[in-house]
């Protein structure tokens, strides 16, 4: 089961920093959703992107893996609302069709990404976590459970 939850943490960080990329390069898109109520939506688009290249870094370094994964929980929840907003005024986005069906079946899967980064606020087996530093590298007393 390590080795899956392992191969599982590789993919939601490299899938959650290519969205955090993409708040920089088409932040247009992101600016659409933010609900009108939150002032400064292009701020808003550029922090939320950076927290998540930051988080899905984090969850591939060993230290800082649980509170990473307690980060990308909180940010999902904060994003929510603009899914939320794309919802209910179906907001067209590029890439993703415009259907109400479509909007109904991605606001749940929200909630399967705060499953699966809650996932890794539990301590792992170190010697077999995902990492970007050797494991060689990273001192003892650094090592969180």
Do not use: C
């Amino acid at each position: 089961m390590s080795k899956y939850k392992e191969l599982l943490r590789v993919i939601l960080a490299v899938s959650i920093i290519i969205v955090g990329v993409t708040h920089f390069i088409v932040p247009e898109q992101y600016v659409r959703i933010v609900p009108p109520q939150l002032p400064y939506p292009l701020e808003l688009v550029y922090l939320s992107g950076f927290y998540e290249i930051l988080g899905g870094i984090g969850l591939l370094v060993p230290p800082v893996s649980q509170a990473a994964a307690w980060g990308l929980i909180a940010l999902f929840l904060a994003v929510y609302p603009a899914n939320i907003n794309m919802a209910v005024n179906l907001i067209k986005v590029d890439h993703i069709p415009n259907s109400p069906w479509v909007h109904v079946v991605r606001l749940p899967l929200q909630a399967v990404l705060i499953a699966w980064a809650w996932w890794y606020t539990k301590p792992s087996n170190r010697a077999q976590q995902a990492s970007l530093i050797p494991k060689s590298l990273i001192p003892q007393e650094l090592e969180l459970e």
